[in-house]
């Protein structure tokens, strides 16, 4: 089965610990993509990847690093300069324009 | 500053009416758009997309309408039913961009009542 994997569903941490949350597609898509969800503001955009070893930052890219070693992997690394980490984090995937979501990881700092 | 709004943050219908949930942008280089649906603690499914030489596009029960002039877009759901309450997201896409992003809108809350 084709698609992508988030991985763990649910992630708690304590406050001013890094933590990476990991994103998987097996669909051969070129460019990846991380969003936040809180209540009230939609999908923001945090970093995206067109290719291989290159990304650029989106929306709300501070306190948030990522990398791109291999097309199918996009780990996001929310950092302890992220000053309001809980929320919900989406991967995303494309070839084109329609985008292919992940289940998505509530992260929660304690 | 938002290039996609969803003015409404809620929608209440009942079961067998239409639904309509609207869409605004800002950006007029943007020529591709699309409607996801997300319930709670799950990933956005894509729903339908239209591409600005058209004004319509018809998919079930799932219809978008484009009003270019106004920048304006609807997706109508016919006739709504209860497994359609959920989140509903407009996305912008611009294909003459370099970027390859999606523009989205914060989503309106659809609840379809008995």
């Known amino acids: 089965d084709g698609g992508i994997t988030q991985s763990p569903k649910y992630l708690f941490r304590k406050e001013g610990q890094n933590v990476t949350l990991s994103c998987e597609q097996n669909?051969?898509?070129?460019?990846m993509y991380w969003y936040r969800q809180d209540p009230g503001q939609g999908l923001r955009l945090i970093y995206y990847s067109q290719i291989v070893n290159d990304f650029q930052k989106g929306d709300i890219a501070e306190g948030y690093s990522v990398s791109r070693e291999k097309k199918e992997s996009f780990p996001l690394t929310v950092t302890s300069a992220q000053k309001n980490p809980t929320a919900f984090y989406l991967c995303?995937?494309?070839?084109?324009?329609?985008?292919?979501f992940g289940p998505g990881t509530r992260l929660t700092v304690l | 500053d938002q290039q996609v709004k969803q003015n409404s943050p809620s929608l209440s219908v009942q079961e067998g009416r239409i639904s309509i949930l609207n869409c605004d942008y800002t950006?007029?280089?943007?020529?591709?758009f699309l409607w996801y649906k997300k319930y709670p603690a799950e990933g956005p499914t894509f729903l339908i997309s239209?591409?600005?030489?058209?004004d319509k596009n018809e998919d079930g029960r799932f219809t978008v309408f484009l009003n270019k002039s106004a920048k304006h877009l609807s997706l109508h759901i016919v006739p709504s039913q209860p497994g359609d309450s959920a989140v509903y997201f407009c996305a912008a896409w611009d294909r003459g961009s370099t970027l390859g992003r999606l523009y989205f809108g914060r989503g309106t809350q659809l609840t379809v009542w008995p």
């Open positions: 669909l051969n898509h070129d460019a």
């Open positions: 950006n007029s280089m943007f020529d591709y």
């Open positions: 239209i591409s600005s030489i058209k």
């Open positions: 995303a995937s494309s070839r084109g324009v329609e985008q292919f």
